[in-house]
């Protein structure tokens, strides 16, 4: 099961200073801040997936400055992400529209041939087609019709960009491999966009628009696939984020996904932060008293004492430090954190962050950031370390989706029949 992460320009400054909290004089973003795929020693997924619209800045889904998007149109992604530094040249690179970015507009903002432009021109290993996003589900409507004419349309207009195309994809002899994208309401509106991909050519297909889906959802219209699928066609999930399952779905042809979630999860989850093998622990929170929104909003509104959160926020940082060199007791830690969070309003999460304290994961943890950022990915504060836990939960979880499947198996490049 190849598993991409989408590329949201996230990178960590390796030399940033932990205890100063600054960033080196002599950075030179472009050129010292890394990838996930360069802090750890083995790849942490099988590829990158780009999002034009995060590119081009469509619908506010902008991530790159202009000169960014420059050097990328400049260099191709495999050098723009230091792809082929990699040891293990394996590392694949997959393009998209990002349909979400323009969902909302009738139509999708750009032809076949800007996308393909952007495929073609930064060297993608895979494209996918031109799509326009279905809201609603509705498994009832495949017996008592009630599908909705705005869905009918999407997919019609789905299935007509994936036959312009692929056409614009032959004529022009491109190298990459096209993905068509099946988009639907109901597990026979998903099988019917399969066959109709499948006819074109495609061999390749991304499922779209199962965001919102439950699991059993997602199996239901596996299974209604399965039943159309040719013996050489294989998926991919568009945006998983309910990745638990997601081997599971390998039986249905299923082959590969994205997903930001093991990234995410490390700064945006109440309390599942930290992966680790079979669970999870909760980040502990000592947020900056500068630089952190909520709390400098309480602090101008009077509701907070900034003095006292100065004192609070550099007791807990001690407390936490000294604890980690067995030089305080895990008792003095979690009283400090329990005083930071009080005077922020904070639910008490003292009996989460015994679990973490005790355990000390990070201790344990062998990845490329842990090893290097030691106590501090374990503190939920500011982007550094904040990202480095995302970087470390891709590592977890690339293990746990290995030792789910065992090594990944090599498969033959299906490519549509010309
Ligand atoms: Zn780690």
Same mark, same amino acid.
């Given at each position: 099961?190849?598993?991409?992460?989408?590329?949201?320009?996230?990178?960590?400054?390796?030399?940033?200073?932990?205890?100063?909290?600054?960033?080196?004089?002599?950075?030179?973003?472009?050129?010292? #801040?890394?990838?996930?795929?360069?802090?750890?020693?083995?790849?942490?997924?099988?590829?990158?997936?780009?999002?034009?619209?995060?590119?081009?800045?469509?619908?506010?889904?902008?991530?790159?400055?202009?000169?960014?998007?420059?050097?990328?149109?400049?260099?191709?992604?495999?050098?723009?992400?230091?792809?082929?530094?990699?040891?293990?040249?394996?590392?694949?690179?997959?393009?998209?529209?990002?349909?979400?970015?323009?969902?909302?507009?009738?139509?999708?903002?750009?032809?076949?041939?800007?996308?393909?432009?952007?495929?073609?021109?930064?060297?993608?290993?895979?494209?996918?087609?031109?799509?326009?996003?279905?809201?609603?589900?509705?498994?009832?409507?495949?017996?008592?019709?009630?599908?909705?004419?705005?869905?009918?349309?999407?997919?019609?207009?789905?299935?007509?960009?994936?036959?312009?195309?692929?056409? /614009?994809?032959?004529?022009?002899?491109?190298?990459?491999?096209?993905?068509?994208?099946?988009?639907?309401?109901?597990?026979?509106?998903?099988?019917?966009?399969?066959?109709?991909?499948? #006819?074109?050519?495609?061999?390749?297909?991304?499922?779209?628009?199962?965001?919102?889906?439950?699991?059993?959802?997602?199996?239901?219209?596996?299974?209604?696939?399965?039943?159309?699928?040719?013996?050489?066609?294989?998926?991919?999930?568009?945006?998983?984020?309910?990745?638990?399952?997601?081997?599971?779905?390998?039986?249905?042809?299923?082959?590969?996904?994205?997903?930001?979630?093991?990234?995410?999860?490390?700064?945006?989850?109440?309390?599942?932060?930290?992966?680790?093998?079979?669970?999870?622990?909760?980040?502990?929170?000592?947020? *900056?008293?500068?630089?952190?929104?909520?709390?400098?909003?309480?602090?101008?509104?009077?509701?907070?004492?900034?003095?006292?959160?100065?004192?609070?926020? *550099?007791?807990?940082?001690?407390?936490?430090?000294?604890?980690? *060199?067995?030089?305080?007791?895990?008792?003095?830690?979690?009283?400090?954190?329990?005083?930071?969070?009080?005077?922020?309003?904070?639910?008490?999460?003292?009996?989460?962050?015994?679990?973490?304290?005790?355990?000390?994961?990070?201790? /344990?943890?062998?990845?490329?950031?842990?090893?290097?950022?030691?106590?501090?990915?374990?503190?939920?504060?500011?982007?550094?370390?904040?990202?480095?836990?995302?970087?470390?939960?891709?590592?977890?979880?690339? *293990?746990?989706?290995?030792?789910?499947?065992?090594?990944?198996?090599?498969?033959?490049?299906?490519?549509?029949?010309?």
């Amino acid at each position: 099961m190849d598993f991409y992460f989408p590329d949201s320009q996230d990178q960590i400054e390796p030399t940033y200073d932990f205890i100063a909290e600054e960033r080196s004089p002599f950075r030179v973003r472009q050129r010292d #801040d890394r990838y996930a795929h360069e802090i750890h020693k083995k790849p942490v997924y099988s590829g990158i997936l780009v999002s034009k619209s995060i590119v081009d800045g469509i619908g506010g889904a902008g991530r790159y400055t202009a000169a960014q998007r420059n050097r990328l149109y400049r260099l191709g992604v495999r050098e723009f992400f230091r792809l082929r530094d990699r040891r293990d040249p394996s590392l694949k690179s997959m393009g998209d529209c990002g349909a979400f970015s323009y969902a909302a507009q009738p139509a999708p903002p750009f032809t076949p041939d800007d996308v393909i432009d952007f495929y073609e021109g930064c060297g993608f290993d895979q494209g996918i087609a031109i799509d326009h996003v279905i809201f609603g589900y509705r498994a009832d409507a495949d017996t008592d019709g009630g599908a909705e004419e705005a869905w009918i349309e999407r997919q019609a207009l789905n299935v007509k960009l994936a036959e312009a195309f692929l056409e /614009r994809w032959r004529s022009r002899g491109c190298q990459f491999e096209p993905v068509g994208v099946a988009h639907g309401w109901s597990p026979r509106s998903y099988s019917d966009s399969v066959a109709r991909l499948q #006819d074109l050519g495609y061999r390749r297909i991304a499922l779209g628009g199962m965001v919102p889906l439950k699991t059993l959802q997602i199996i239901e219209c596996l299974e209604a696939i399965d039943e159309v699928r040719d013996v050489d066609t294989s998926f991919h999930l568009l945006g998983v984020t309910r990745t638990e399952n997601v081997t599971s779905f390998a039986s249905y042809g299923v082959a590969s996904f994205d997903s930001t979630s093991p990234f995410r999860q490390a700064f945006k989850d109440d309390k599942d932060n930290y992966y680790w093998k079979g669970r999870t622990y909760t980040a502990l929170r000592i947020p *900056q008293v500068e630089g952190n929104v909520k709390l400098s909003a309480r602090i101008r509104a009077g509701q907070i004492n900034q003095g006292e959160a100065h004192r609070l926020e *550099q007791r807990a940082l001690r407390a936490v430090r000294a604890y980690d *060199q067995d030089q305080a007791s895990i008792i003095s830690a979690l009283s400090a954190l329990r005083a930071y969070d009080e005077l922020q309003g904070r639910k008490d999460l003292t009996e989460r962050y015994r679990e973490t304290l005790e355990d000390r994961p990070w201790k /344990r943890c062998r990845c490329g950031v842990c090893t290097s950022a030691g106590v501090e990915v374990i503190l939920f504060r500011g982007t550094e370390r904040n990202k480095r836990r995302g970087f470390h939960n891709l590592f977890v979880f690339n *293990q746990r989706l290995q030792g789910h499947l065992g090594p990944p198996r090599r498969r033959a490049t299906p490519v549509a029949s010309a």
